[in-house]
């Protein structure tokens, strides 16, 4: 099992720009979300997915679209960038069934200039 | 609405001694907590979780956590501390019949030599 998996692992964007970032996990986990963690701030969850097809909005989900057309994938995405966008952003993802373990993608870092 | 505050930014303790890190809750009905972990440049480690049963949680590495319904708490302690204890510590909520997670805005551990 790779686990979960995200890509790109750093990105410069300019303003306005718009970008994927994507994720894939291998667990058949139903649940998946994306959390952004910035200092003093911990992790804020932005959308969050509990099956494909499904998704709902987070904490902070303006400026970021979701989609779930299958298991596996959730990639978010940066309709135009800002720089109040930059941060660390990471996949996470878990099965709701027998043990609730949240499973952390390795993090993807974006710098909005 | 959910929420976790976790009061101290940073916690210093000597190695060998005792650790507590502190975090109240706020949430609808039964809570579902959670402790997190995270090395530099990481994404979280599950440690515990508390979700019904005995209020005294043993997890990952020796740390255990405490549920005070009463004063909705769960503080995260160890009973004689490492210097590779020294990292990022997240408490995290969630309420019944939901899948959302709330995290705390983290509080950093130095466990000094």
């Known amino acids: 099992n790779a686990g979960v998996t995200q890509t790109p692992k750093f990105q410069v964007l300019k303003t306005g720009q718009s970008m994927t970032l994507q994720c894939a996990q291998d667990?058949?986990?139903?649940?998946m979300s994306w959390y952004r963690q910035d200092p003093g701030m911990g992790l804020r969850l932005i959308h969050y997915s509990v099956g494909a097809g499904i998704t709902d909005q987070g904490e902070v989900p303006n400026g970021y679209n979701v989609s779930r057309s299958t298991t596996e994938d959730f990639p978010l995405r940066l309709l135009s960038a800002a720089p109040s966008q930059t941060s660390v952003y990471f996949c996470v993802s878990l099965t709701t069934s027998g043990q609730e373990t949240q499973y952390f993608g390795p993090g993807t870092r974006l710098l909005v200039l | 609405a959910q929420s976790v505050a976790q009061p101290e930014d940073q916690v210093n303790v000597a190695e060998g001694n005792p650790l507590t890190v502190k975090c109240t809750y706020s949430?609808?009905?039964?809570?579902?907590l959670f402790w997190y972990v995270q090395y530099p440049n990481r994404g979280l480690q599950f440690l515990l979780k508390y979700i019904t049963g005995d209020n005294l949680v043993k997890g990952s590495y020796g740390f255990e956590a405490e549920f005070n319904k009463s004063q909705t708490s769960f503080h995260l302690k160890k009973p004689s501390a490492l210097v590779s204890d020294s990292a990022l510590y997240f408490c995290?909520?969630?309420?019944?019949?939901?899948?959302?997670?709330?995290f705390g805005t983290g509080t950093r551990l130095k466990v000094l030599a």
């Open positions: 995290a909520v969630r309420a019944s019949g939901t899948y959302k997670y709330i």
């Open positions: 667990m058949n986990h139903e649940y």
């Open positions: 949430v609808s009905g039964n809570p579902y």
